[in-house]
């Protein structure tokens, strides 16, 4: 029977290692020795985190959040699926999340090679829509998401307790409990700021990406540092499909343009928008960096036509702006 019923995995799987992390953390007391703070947040997928950042307090967590992290369908057997820990876009660059990324590598035995072969079988994502991080890295809030995938039992009457792996719920505990116990070392030592810095981070996706991006990427940096003059040009979870924020009338126009990496890449596109001027050459320099970004170190879009996906990604935006959903 085809999502008869809330899983075990989906995501049943998810809530209750949020329940176990909030447990090791009251238990630990390790906000005492860290300068921020945690919140756990159980919702409705999409519906919950939508209604909860258009809300008073989700305006006020969006100035306040330095990190999201997502746990959607963390139980998986590993013998027939991956652990994946999906990054944020590129517009929501972190010193957090490169830790993060940092950990996720070690503890697991993942290691950036052709033909990886790891004691786990983990992998490095590229930004891919799916879960509530999309709406969270849709307010400019750095988020990953940790999921294992493919499930044989996803969406089916067999998605039950029997099904989990307990050794993948382990797994991903072990990762963010070490990933907490880096940041309260690091504090400790009195390294946590330089540690978190985001140069470090700007100067790998200056060697990852194409000649022609320095501007985007110094104005990612300026940004996220605290200088300089920005104006949040687009705040939204953005659905072609559902989001009330569409007018009607253009509805299906968008429609026939959106699927597939268009998605993705127009994601990545809001999400850098508020670091580009309001023409069409500064959006087709940020294009050719996610595709070629994208090309480079995510799953294989070569077979893709790349000149429609920046011709449907551009007409979007277009209209977006001519509704002034993007000012």
């Known amino acids: 029977i085809c999502h008869p019923k809330p899983g075990a995995n989906d995501n049943a799987s998810g809530s209750v290692l949020t329940l176990e992390l909030l ?46 992290l ?3 369908m963390v139980g998986t057997d590993l013998s027939e699926g991956s652990l994946f820990l999906v990054e944020p876009p590129l517009g929501t660059i972190s010193g957090l999340y490169n830790l993060l990324r940092e950990v996720f590598m070690r503890v697991t035995g993942y290691r950036e090679l052709f033909g990886n072969s790891t004691p786990v079988r983990s992998k490095l994502s590229l930004y891919a829509r799916g879960s509530d991080h999309d709406v969270f890295s849709s307010l400019g809030i750095p988020s990953a998401s940790f999921i294992s995938w493919p499930d044989k039992y ?39 700021r330089n540690q978190l810095s985001l140069r470090e981070e700007i100067e790998v996706l200056r060697l990852r990406v194409i000649g022609g991006s320095e501007d985007i990427l110094n104005s990612v940096l300026n940004r996220e ?10 705040r939204g979870y953005l659905d072609i499909k559902r989001s009330f924020l569409i007018p009607e009338e253009i509805r299906g126009e968008l429609l026939s343009l959106y699927d597939g990496i268009v998605k993705e890449v127009l994601q990545e596109v809001l999400n850098l928008i508020d670091y580009l001027p309001r ?13 070629y970004y994208r090309l480079a170190y995510g799953p294989d879009i070569s077979s893709h036509n790349l000149t429609d996906i920046k011709d449907r990604t551009l007409a979007i935006v277009n209209k977006l702006m001519e509704v002034k959903l993007i000012l």
């Open 279 to 291: 023409d069409m050459k500064a959006l087709e320099k940020a294009l050719n960096l996610i595709l």
């Open 23 to 68: 447990h090791y953390v009251l238990e630990t007391k390790i906000y005492e020795r860290l300068p921020f703070g945690f919140a756990f947040l159980w919702f409705p997928e999409y519906y919950g985190s939508m209604a909860l950042m258009s809300s008073k307090l989700g305006e006020e967590l969006a100035e306040e959040v330095l990190l999201y």
């Open 70 to 72: 997502n746990l959607d």
């Open 225 to 234: 540092m605290g200088e300089g003059n920005f104006r949040k040009r687009f």
């Open 154 to 192: 996803y969406h089916s009457s067999y998605d039950d307790l029997s099904s989990l792996s307990l050794d993948t719920l382990e797994l991903v505990y072990n990762v963010i409990i070490s990933f907490l116990k880096e940041l309260s070392n690091s504090h400790e030592r009195g390294d946590l």
